[in-house]
């Protein structure tokens, strides 16, 4: 294992929170009581909650302890595809945490509350000036909620258009959000085969396309890291029966500057600010997913929109067309100001650089790792890749044996079994913020473990072995499962 | 640009490995009508500190406390957050994480995550709890959409004292899908008036929120009985303010079949309405009806304990376009947050909490009702309430506006049957000085 940055060091064992702690302890400081006490009647007053009592020092050591047994990005390599792990500035989190952001209530007067208006209106207009659509929603909390925003947008037009749609093509390359999301506004998926280059053929979705369905939901660049080559055609038919053209923006990253969303013929775009604009995961959450759209499309958009009038801010709901509101406020303000943070910290030059060299980073690798390990479609990559287990499988190593040792090795896995026309499909997004050496590091021990996979496969069926547990059960997970103690 | 490693050098040695010749060439197989025709129009790249300062501008721009004092709740409220909870949530192994699909090195979050669902269900006194949803407007869209799905009916009554925004992302969610939402009346102690019930055909659910809009303590078990009568209705019980229920009795020992709201309450600063929390608990029998994701208890190979996300068999990226919801994601580093606070306090420190809350609140409604003010509504409260302040109230409100006193929110955008009435909100976070001083000003 000479490739390998993976160590073995000193973990504690941590128990649940409560097989700690003392009745009576506490973690936190009070305020002082002075007012008096006012009794509850009995009708309304329950039990105190069956929560463990830990004074501060247990609950810090606990999560400490936690946080221990996790990887993140900051500790190393995450070349998780589709989900654009790269580097979360740490200025970010400063300008989120100030007073002036983290304390505003959502309800303020406009006239209090003009400096996080005015941020939220400028991060629309740089979002609409990046992927060169025209307005913009932050609403969405998260990708799969952007797509719901979008979704309910095609519904709302064609109900203007007294034309209601009961279908939708989806891709076989789509995120499974997708067809979820499309189901939630009533529409049937009607799945369309990608062609022998990857890629969506015009003549498939011409087939397919017809005055009851109401649009497509393209990815592009798509899950297979490939860009949709004939999205303008694609677009051209969609759009001459009527229909829209809804762009899954997850892949934003690849094409930062380069690409103008409306001209490949994109009605509504999502974007995920938590992939493309750098503000982190959070182990799941939260994320933002805003929604842009045409200027044609404008009227549908949720409530409250942020509205400049005589150089004020205000938030309005007067859209008599809008779809709705979708969040409680205005969505996941917190996380917006990371984004906002971070593409006046990059500004246009260094965003297209971004892209360009995430785009190269996904090629090196692609190059390196040829041979190693079979790629189903050699064509030019965006800023991921996709192997598979082709080559492995013959000595009885799948995807997920490779993954797993990825980790004893260093590195997180990327993405696997995903998307799901690839079979075993292992795929890689390094970001533009990873070094050449962690990729040749990466490179490095992919190649050592297809070395093993020829010598030595058990080696990776018994893997991972340096982390704190082995492989875990998921199916006993699965078939009694337990959720709380 | 500091986020950006590669040198010049870099670039050229791994051009010529992918045999490119310059960077632009790495996109020269792009229809040459779908690229741009311009460069991006943005604002000169800032340094650090520029940032630092131009941030710093827009921030102060904003009323917070303790420059000014806000009495709003509705949704958002103003707790104090402990510097260790800050402080732990600056762990990056936490924070820089992708959602736990590899278990082996996820297993903090996945622990913290299991410990999160545990503290809420024994919060809400509720059998399952997920992982967590957007925030409270959303689970209780998704407890709604669940309800039609396990009874197999289309129409919802909801309570007119849910949060009106809570109202209408319900209405968002079921426009498209054709379900029907009836609103139920709030009688004049500021409750739900159940008696609206009768005249809605097979109905999924009725929902209440408690304590509601108005801050009133809600009859559940009543709501429940009436859910119960219709024999496969279900109660959905919604919260704004979960820290009630260190005091209030919880929704799942008054008979409520789904609990959901937000969690905001829980250590998370309000950040101008987001990021939040959605809470989301149900009954063991709708365990695989539920949104969301979940983690559950294991075993690894040797036999020790470890957690996984599990039942994903509900979920999206198997099921598709059947699926239980299209959420791939919770708002994990706010369900984390959550149970930090909600270990720091413990049982013994929740309802103390709890307690200080519903006291200080208690005691600016008393000052308020001395000073001689309608409280309209008669029905018991948590930290909420509702004032109604005497002739001209718009200008009542803006003199405490001069005085940085924000006084509550006017109720009449959404009630016009109750304008001149305000909601008005106090946390531990308000002293006895404060409250006097209001009840001074609005009585001046």
Not at chain 2, 306 to 329: D, M, P, W, Y
Request: glycine share 8%.
């Amino acid at each position: 294992m000479n490739a390998s940055i993976g160590t073995r060091g000193l973990i504690l064992e941590e128990p649940l929170l409560w097989e700690k702690g003392a009745n009576g302890r506490r973690g936190m400081s009070l305020p002082r009581r002075d007012v008096e006490r006012i009794a509850v009647s009995e009708s309304v007053r329950g039990d105190q909650p069956d929560f463990p009592d830990l004074s501060e020092v247990d609950v810090v050591r606990h999560y400490t302890r936690l946080s221990q047994w996790n990887f993140g990005v900051d500790t190393g390599m995450y070349p998780l595809g589709s989900c654009t792990m790269k580097y979360n500035p740490k200025t970010n989190e400063r300008q989120a945490a100030l007073a002036g952001f983290a304390g505003a209530h959502p309800l303020l007067p406009a006239p209090l509350a003009q400096g996080i208006l005015e941020l939220l209106y400028l991060l629309e207009r740089y979002l609409c000036e990046i992927t060169g659509m025209d307005a913009a929603s932050l609403q969405p909390a998260a990708g799969a909620h952007g797509e719901l925003a979008g979704m309910l947008i095609c519904h709302a037009h064609h109900r203007h258009q007294r034309r209601a749609r009961s279908k939708i093509l989806i891709p076989d390359t789509a995120h499974g959000t997708n067809p979820a999301s499309a189901s939630l506004c009533g529409f049937q998926s009607i799945p369309v085969k990608s062609g022998p280059q990857g890629m969506l053929e015009p003549a498939e979705v011409a087939a397919l396309m017809d005055e009851q369905t109401a649009g497509i939901m393209v990815t592009n660049p798509n899950t297979l890291g490939l860009f949709e080559e004939n999205i303008r055609q694609v677009a051209a038919i969609v759009h001459a029966k009527g229909g829209l053209v809804y762009c899954d923006g997850a892949n934003m990253n690849a094409v930062m500057g380069i690409v103008d969303m409306q001209a490949l013929g994109v009605d509504i775009l999502h974007l995920n600010l938590h992939k493309t604009f750098s503000t982190p995961h959070g182990g799941g959450g939260p994320g933002s997913g805003p929604v842009c759209v045409t200027r044609a499309l404008e009227r549908f958009l949720p409530v409250p929109r942020v509205v400049k009038r005589r150089g004020r801010y205000v938030l309005s709901e007067n859209f008599p067309d809008t779809v709705g509101r979708l969040h409680a406020f205005c969505g996941n303000v917190g996380v917006q100001l990371k984004a906002y943070s971070y593409i006046l910290s990059m500004g246009a030059a260094n965003l297209k650089r971004a892209s360009q060299i995430a785009v190269l980073n996904a090629n090196y690798i692609k190059a390196k790792l040829t041979g190693a390990y079979h790629l189903p479609y050699d064509r030019p990559c965006m800023h991921e890749c996709v192997f598979t287990d082709q080559i492995q499988a013959a000595h009885k190593v799948s995807t997920l044996d490779i993954a797993k040792r990825l980790m004893d090795y260093g590195f997180h896995p990327p993405t696997v079994y995903f998307p799901l026309v690839v079979s075993g499909a292992i795929m890689v997004e390094p970001t533009e913020t990873e070094p050449r050496e962690n990729l040749d590091g990466f490179v490095e021990a992919m190649r050592a473990i297809a070395a093993e996979a020829r010598e030595n496969p058990e080696l990776l069926h018994q893997a991972p072995v340096a982390p704190k547990l082995t492989r875990l059960d998921e199916t006993s997970a699965a078939r009694s499962p337990c959720l709380s103690d | 640009m500091r986020y950006l490693p590669h040198t010049d050098n870099e670039i050229a040695a791994m051009l010529s490995a992918v045999g490119a010749r310059d960077l632009e060439a790495l996109f020269s197989h792009l229809p040459a009508d779908c690229c741009r025709s311009r460069p991006m129009e943005l604002p000169e790249a800032m340094t650090e500190w520029e940032l630092d300062r131009h941030m710093d501008t827009l921030s102060g721009r904003t009323a917070t406390s303790p420059r000014y004092r806000v009495f709003l709740g509705a949704g958002s409220y103003h707790h104090h957050i402990p510097a260790s909870i800050a402080y732990l949530l600056g762990r990056s192994e936490f924070s820089t994480a992708y959602t736990p699909y590899q278990p082996e090195i996820s297993q903090g979050t996945l622990q913290a995550i299991y410990e999160y669902q545990t503290l809420v269900t024994r919060l809400l006194g509720m059998d399952v709890a997920n992982a967590s949803m957007y925030d409270g407007a959303s689970a209780l869209a998704e407890a709604l959409l669940m309800a039609i799905r396990i009874t197999r009916r289309t129409t919802v009554a909801v309570s007119k004292a849910i949060h009106p925004h809570y109202r209408d992302v319900v209405r968002t969610y079921l426009r498209p899908t054709g379900y029907s939402v009836v609103e139920l009346d709030y009688g004049p102690d500021g409750r739900t008036d159940l008696g609206g019930t009768a005249g809605i055909p097979e109905p999924a659910a009725i929902a209440i929120q408690s304590p509601n809009f108005f801050g009133c303590v809600e009859d559940l078990q009543a709501a429940a009985r009436t859910a119960h009568a219709d024999g496969k209705a279900l109660l959905v019980a919604c919260f704004t303010e979960p820290l009630a229920f260190g005091l209030v009795k919880n929704p799942g020992s008054q008979g409520a079949d789904i609990a959901c709201g937000e969690g905001q309450s829980f250590g998370i600063p309000r950040s101008f309405g987001g990021p939040g929390l959605g809470m989301f608990a149900a009954k063991k029998d709708f365990m695989r009806s539920m949104p969301g994701r979940l983690v559950g208890k294991t075993t690894d190979r040797k036999g020790r304990r470890g957690f996984v996300l599990t039942l994903s068999t509900r979920e999206q990226h198997i099921r598709r376009e059947k699926a239980t919801s299209n959420i791939c994601s919770n708002q994990g580093l706010c369900a984390t947050t959550a149970a930090m606070y909600m270990a720091s306090l413990g049982g013994t420190g929740l309802r103390e909490l709890a307690e200080l809350n519903h006291d200080k609140c208690g005691y600016l409604k008393a000052g308020l009702a001395a000073a001689g003010f309608r409280l309209p509504f008669g029905a018991p409260t948590f930290n909420e309430f509702v004032v109604t302040f005497p002739a001209d109230p718009d200008r009542v409100y803006r003199r405490l506006l001069r005085r940085r006193i924000v006084a509550g929110l006017p109720l009449a955008a959404w009630y016009p049957e109750l304008a001149g009435s305000y909601l008005l909100c106090v946390t531990e976070t308000m002293t006895r000085q404060d409250l006097d001083d209001l009840v001074k000003e609005v009585s001046a």
